[in-house]
């Protein structure tokens, strides 16, 4: 069975400071892993996608994510924190359709 | 980007109410899904289907019933609403296990 653990429920973080949100998953086989925001009353958008063909992955607006085999990890990172990032976070594990419980990620100026 | 609607966005009814929460998608997609999302809280799949004819219950049990006549359509009905059913319900469609595409969602409100 495969999930995913997102280890943070909010971060909070500086406008320009770097974004780090985290996410292990557990599968017994090569999973498909997926990052999604969802800003306030909206749908989920996906952010970026791992699907073993390269283990960094580069999203929209900025954020990419790396997939660690050896540490089960699927980390979405941003260099540089905007104002407009602020936002809850989904990893998904998307074999079995698994969502992680979402990380509310905090900006300030 | 997605082409996947849901009306009505926002709703509130009283209770004992039969409503019927609509999603449709024009990207053919095969398989459609319902997520149900308290305020802030994760995504919890209620319901999904493969295909015309076919629908499955997800890992949250939910009093709701879906049906799957039409590949781009697949309705969510509560035959009588309930305070407890207040929540956000997301729809979303997905061709293979590529990637899913969501919804604006739905807000439900039941008084």
């Known amino acids: 069975a495969q999930s995913v653990t997102q280890l943070d429920s909010h971060v909070s973080v500086s406008e320009g400071t770097p974004v780090l949100l985290r996410c292990n998953y557990s599968s017994s086989y090569s999973p498909s892993l997926f990052w999604y925001v969802q800003h306030p009353n909206k749908g989920l958008q996906l952010l970026l996608k791992?699907?073993?063909?390269?283990?960094l992955v580069k999203g929209i607006n900025g954020f990419e994510a790396e997939f660690k085999k050896s540490e089960t990890s699927f980390h979405l990172t941003k260099p540089s924190a905007h104002m407009s990032d602020a936002a809850e976070y989904f990893c998904?594990?998307?074999?079995?359709?698994?969502f992680g419980t979402g990380t509310r990620l905090l900006v300030s100026p | 980007e997605a082409d996947i609607y849901q009306t009505p966005r926002y709703l509130v009814i009283g209770t004992g109410k039969k409503i019927t929460l609509e999603c449709s998608q024009t990207?053919?997609?095969?398989?459609m899904y319902w997520y149900q999302q308290d305020p802030g809280m994760e995504l919890h799949l209620i319901h999904y289907s493969y295909g015309v004819n076919s629908t499955e219950k997800g890992d949250l049990s939910s009093e709701s019933t879906v049906s799957r006549i039409r590949t781009e359509h697949f309705p969510l009905t509560l035959e009588s609403a309930r305070p407890s059913h207040t929540s956000q319900y997301l729809c979303a469609s997905s061709e293979s296990w590529s990637r899913q595409y969501f919804g604006p969602g739905t807000r439900l409100t039941v008084t």
């Open positions: 998904q594990g998307f074999q079995k359709l698994v």
């Open positions: 791992y699907t073993s063909a390269a283990t």
């Open positions: 990207m053919g997609h095969d398989k």
